[in-house]
Each structure stands twice: as structure tokens, then as C-alpha cells.
């Protein structure tokens, strides 16, 4: 790969920017995979903040969004992403705050529900603790947890219980 200049990358970093939300570290890595100097990787990162391709505020509100939505994580597994991938403690509570309590409640409702259909195990405790250890790995609190098991666990239907 030949070797880029300030202007080249500059042009390339608003590029990559402009596909997608994009926090400083995702930026910093592709600048650094191009060779630049600290100094040129400062100055490009200084003007994409200036002009606003990076908006970490930004970055983290959609960042939270997609996670719960498509990828169907519970605050603490979005919290621990965000916080690798360098996004500072306020800016992550506050992403985390937009999220809906009712459609967070939902989300992980329907998924041990369609967990619990695959699930087996010797008795019912058996497959409740799996159920259990499966939310708890995407992210999901505990108090949580226990509400929503106990109202699948009930034969309560989603509807019943969130309205």
C-alpha cells in the first residue's frame, strides 16, 4: 500500500465517517494503520471534530440503539462495549438513559421466550437457571431478568404483563 498524506487521509477519514457513525478510536485506528505522524493524526482528528464527522455523544446514542434493537443487548453488555471502545462514563449513562423501559422489557421478553422453546434441560429449575445464564450473557440485569421469567414462567403473555 503506498504510503498516504495528510490531505489523502484526511479525505478518507471524513469518508469513512460519512458510511456510519464512527467513535475517535475507530478513526484513530485507521489513521494509524496508514503510517501518519502523531502530529498529522491530531490534526485530522481535530478536524473531523471540528466539522462534526465525529460526534462521540452521537456515536454512543445510536451505538446503544442498534445494540438493543438488532444485536439484543442488555444495558450492561452496551455499557462495557462502549467503555472499550473509549467512550467517556457520562456520555455512556446518558445513551444508556434513552433507552425505553417498555421496549427494553419487550426485547428481553420475546428473546427467553424464544429461548425457552429451544431450550431443554432435566425440570423446569434446570431450564429457568439456563434461561437465566443466557440473558445474563447478553447483558441484562438481574432484577430484570427474574420480572420477566417469572411472567413467561406464569404462562402470562407479553401483553398481559406490559400494558
Known sequence: MKQLNETEMLHRAAAYCSTAERCIQDVEKKIKAAGLSPEESDRILSRLLKE?????????RYFVNDKLRFNKWGRIKINYELQKKGIPSSIRQEALETIDENEYEQTLYSLLKSKKRSTKGKDERDIYLKLVRFALGRGFEGSIISLCLRRLCNGETYEDTFE
Open 52 to 60: 462534526r464527522f465525529i460526534d462521540e455523544n452521537r456515536f454512543a
